[in-house]
């Protein structure tokens, strides 16, 4: 969201043309809130989330076969299949993964492989522009690159000296930034903060399919002590709308949480509303289920759970 935001800003102040760019989010607007740290960085430095245009509020194809549509994509570089038609319009390339080469536009491409996209932003502003840059941009890049970096630890090995050093320059242009560490723990807990998020939205927040010999499987991430998910109201009724809404045949929800060691434990739940394929998956001998409680039943479609802590 910040490289969007930002590059658009610097674009906006150094280009002379009449054109007009509009950093565009490529989510739902209704997708926001299940960007916890977004959705804090937005409130922290007092951007209303009114002026932001998301991917469904916006007819990019209507632009594109009026001519009046130039792209850039920031932050990835593949197109979406129902895109594809858009690749034509596509002037740029921002980006800090490894290009796929057979799906990327044929157009500038700009990639280098950093912890974050925002870093490659904040180096074009400083180089091409540093007078347009205030606080308030210079406070939303510090804290994207710091959280998509894990506040610099060395030991992860995310940040590269790229990274730092311009994490160290909007320091010194802005000596009242956060710190480091105070930024990096509320975004990182609101990044995984699910206290105020649906059942569906808990499930769509991390979420993967798979799809083999015909069977649509999702996997979930969710941030919370399984027990604790478990007992959430209606949870079974939601579960069910979700595999019916999305046409999935199983749902994996993989809990994650912290035990009193500070060591990630995880935690798995297999729901799967069809009696013959429920029954498959629950013979599987790599299915060590642990029964839980009366979920564990292959009449229930919630099949039970297994229980794990890494060790690094």
Not at 100 to 112: L, T
Not at 272 to 280: D, G, N, S, W
């Amino acid at each position: 969201m910040v490289s969007a935001l930002a590059l658009a800003f610097f674009l906006a102040k150094t280009t002379e043309a009449e054109d007009v760019f509009v950093p565009v989010l490529n989510i739902k607007r209704s997708e926001l809130p299940l960007r916890g740290d977004n959705v804090f960085l937005l409130q922290k430095f007092h951007i209303p989330e009114s002026l932001l245009i998301f991917r469904d509020e916006i007819d990019l194809h209507a632009l594109h076969q009026a001519g009046q549509l130039t792209l850039i994509l920031v932050d990835h570089h593949v197109l979406p299949r129902s895109d594809a038609d858009l690749e034509e319009a596509v002037a740029e390339v921002l980006d800090h993964r490894p290009i796929e080469q057979k799906r990327c536009p044929p157009c500038h491409v700009s990639v280098e492989l950093v912890g974050s996209c925002t870093t490659l932003v904040t180096e074009r502003i400083l180089q091409g522009a540093p007078e347009i840059l205030d606080r308030q941009t210079a406070a939303l890049l510090h804290g994207t690159i710091i959280l998509d970096c894990v506040n610099m630890d060395l030991q992860i090995g995310k940040a590269t000296l790229k990274d730092k050093t311009y994490v160290e320059k909007l320091e010194a242009l802005f000596p009242d930034l956060p710190e480091r560490n105070d930024i990096f723990d509320s975004l990182q807990k609101a990044k995984f903060d699910v206290s105020g998020l649906t059942t569906e939205q808990m499930l769509r927040k991390d979420q993967k399919t798979i799809f083999k010999q015909g069977i649509r499987v999702a996997v979930s991430a969710i941030y919370m002590d399984l027990e604790a998910f478990l007992q959430r109201p209606s949870l079974i009724a939601d579960l069910r709308a979700f595999c019916q809404t999305h046409i999935y045949d199983v749902l994996v929800a993989m809990t994650i949480f912290f035990n009193t060691h500070n060591e990630p434990v995880r935690q798995l739940a297999i729901y799967c509303p069809h009696a013959a394929l429920r029954m498959t998956v629950s013979l599987r001998p790599r299915f060590t289920l642990r029964a839980l409680q009366s979920s564990a039943c292959t009449c229930c479609p919630l099949l039970g759970s297994h229980s794990y802590t890494e060790v690094p």
